[in-house]
């Protein structure tokens, strides 16, 4: 196919040469013009025919390197992209993004696309690129040789490392561990990845993350640290498997025309760590829900001192129960231990809350009873024994509320059954079953109605003015809510003109002015404090679609490779994609259409 077009070029230029004007002849301008068409319909097929080749940066590196793959396809016409997910296999693909260029030189016309990809080695020895295949064309394989870390020199510390730390090498099942990984960097790190933390027969609880400073060999370092309570179900060895962790590092420098310099992609993986399970003891009560702990206390709360109860009067028994080292879902149910004979206990649903911190869960179980006596005399309230293991001194401890005698007295004014409206002459009162109460009974009956009275005066009272204060509050709340409701349409319409200036940048393909609008659009759509990065919005986005498209504009923006080009109505219409995606239902796919003016 070569040979044909270069031989038709060749006969072109020798019939240009040899035509005169004085005897250009109707058949062979003709024939010249059919010779023209042919050469340019063959140069147009050859190239439309298209060439994939692939190279990498590198073809050996360390465990915890990265690697960039560029797979260019050369052509005129492209669709889609070649299959990458065969790569998974030997590699993990930290990132990806695409550009497309093409040139017109005397007519002719040169255009290519190329994928850049960060590769990321998941195991030592040589690995393989396979050959990819696209459009029926294939690229070559690659070769690639994967050593061990680098260790540091003797003497020095790595700009970044991370440590695992674990503070125990044996535990019990179903006993809380924590594990640490702290990150140490001296370096900008513009972004971090880690995979999530899976161990099979175990649950495993996030805990907060910290940060912090540390001095190591009178060199400073920030500290960034991930912790998990784990919980084994099972016996035997646990194995807390290698974990990765991506990191962006920023230069911090700039090139000669100022602009900023390609971040490193550095890896690091975790050590892999084993403890023993140990099974629950023996020695432990069959009967009883296991506990593992740290420490456990049991709290008694009355709701009036319970040494002199009432008759028929209702008291409140609370228990709360606390333990480190385990959450409140393993934290055993006292209802049945609050029982007590001659009274009735009326439990409420139990309350259950855990405190998380970077040293683990303290598991928390709130129970509260509403406890009636209804005989009058002695009642004894029996006491409440929980056995627990103490891992720290390894051995069976019991907590304990004691047992308590309440003594039940009948209420004051139950001399009788009722009081009759009659006096006798002698001036004694009577009842209806002949018993005589005196006129100092009959005083302190008065005086206890109108202490009713005035009791009931006070919370009408009361209630009046807890209705003026209610209707206070409602008022104020009802101006705060006009307020926030001013401020919100503001920021609506704030976003919406800040989406409308991105669109308009789009179609101009302003590329500053684009990334410009995109990001303060984002910080407004989100409420976020400051703008984002556009890596910080594709991984928040996540869409692949708008995730390359960003990647392309953050190259073209800043790397050194000024023929790229990008199409801002590719980015507008990846971002458009996206804010339709983010309607739960079509009403709400159409309200967010008619906000920022797109294609429902």
């Not at 459009?135 to 003497?155: M, Y």
């Amino acid at each position: 196919m070569i040979q044909t077009i270069k031989k038709a070029n060749t006969y072109t230029m020798k019939l240009l040469r040899t035509v005169k004007p004085h005897s250009v002849t109707p058949m062979r301008l003709g024939l010249l013009l059919i010779t023209l068409l042919t050469a340019t319909l063959a140069s147009q097929a050859f190239a439309q025919q298209g060439e994939l080749s692939a190279k990498v940066n590198r073809t050996s590196l360390g465990i915890d390197e990265s690697l960039q793959l560029h797979v260019r396809y050369t052509s005129t016409q492209i669709s889609g992209q070649p299959d990458f997910r065969q790569l998974n296999t030997q590699f993990e693909i930290l990132n990806q993004f695409q550009s497309s260029q093409s040139r017109n030189i005397n007519g002719r016309i040169s255009a290519y696309t190329e994928w850049q990809l960060t590769l990321a080695p998941k195991r030592e020895g040589n690995l393989l690129i396979p050959s990819l295949r696209f459009q029926g064309k294939f690229s070559d394989a690659i070769e690639i040789t994967v050593s061990p870390a680098k260790p540091v020199p003797a003497g020095q510390i790595s700009d970044v490392f991370i440590d695992t730390v674990i503070e125990q090498n044996e535990a019990y099942v179903q006993e809380g561990i924590v594990v640490k990984y702290r990150l140490y960097y001296a370096v900008n790190i513009e972004s971090l990845n880690a995979t999530p933390l899976e161990i099979d027969n175990a649950v495993i609880e996030k805990l907060p993350e910290a940060r912090n400073t540390r001095t190591i060999n009178n060199r400073r370092y920030n500290t960034y640290e991930e912790s998990y309570s784990i919980f084994p179900q099972s016996s035997g060895e646990l194995v807390i498997p290698a974990t990765h962790w991506n990191l962006t590092i920023g230069s911090g420098t700039r090139s000669f025309f100022n602009r900023p310099r390609r971040n490193e992609i550095k890896r690091l993986k975790t050590d892999e760590k084993r403890i023993i399970i140990k099974p629950r003891p023996s020695s432990y009560p069959a009967n009883a829900l296991w506990l593992p702990a740290v420490q456990i206390r049991l709290n008694e709360q009355w709701s009036k001192p319970p040494e002199d109860f009432q008759l028929g009067e209702p008291i409140t028994r609370t228990l709360t129960l606390q333990a480190a080292g385990l959450s409140s879902s393993q934290l055993p149910s006292l209802t049945d231990a609050m029982q007590a004979s001659g009274a009735k206990v009326y439990a409420d649903q139990p309350v259950l809350s855990d405190d998380k911190s970077v040293n683990g869960v303290i598991g928390k179980r709130i129970e509260s009873a509403a406890v009636v006596i209804s005989s009058v005399g002695q009642t004894i309230i029996p006491a409440i024994k929980v056995p627990w293991w103490n891992v720290q001194h390894d051995r069976l401890e019991y907590l304990e509320v004691p047992s308590r005698t309440i003594r039940i007295t009948a209420p004051a004014n139950a001399a009788g059954d009722s009081i009759p409206p009659l006096i006798s002459q002698s001036g004694q009162h009577r009842v209806s079953g002949g018993a005589s109460i005196d006129s100092a009974a009959l005083k302190a009956l008065q005086q206890s109605l109108f202490m009713w009275r005035l009791l009931a005066l006070i919370l009408l009272l009361f209630v009046l003015a807890l209705t003026f204060w209610l209707w206070r509050i409602r008022a104020a709340n009802a101006a705060i809510v006009d307020d926030q409701q001013q401020s919100q349409a503001q920021l609506q319409r704030n976003e919406k003109q800040a989406y409308k200036a991105f669109k308009r940048a789009c179609r101009d393909d302003d590329l500053a002015a684009l990334r410009q609008h995109l990001l303060l659009w984002a910080k407004l759509y989100w409420r976020l404090p400051t703008q984002p990065t556009l890596i910080a919005l594709g991984q928040r986005m996540s869409s692949d679609q708008v995730n390359n498209q960003l990647l392309a504009l953050d190259s073209a923006l800043y790397s050194d490779n000024q023929g790229q080009k990008i199409h801002g109505e590719l980015i507008l219409t990846a971002v458009n994609a996206w804010l339709k995606a983010q309607g739960s239902n079509k009403q709400k796919t159409q309200q967010l259409a008619e906000f920022y003016g797109t294609s429902a």
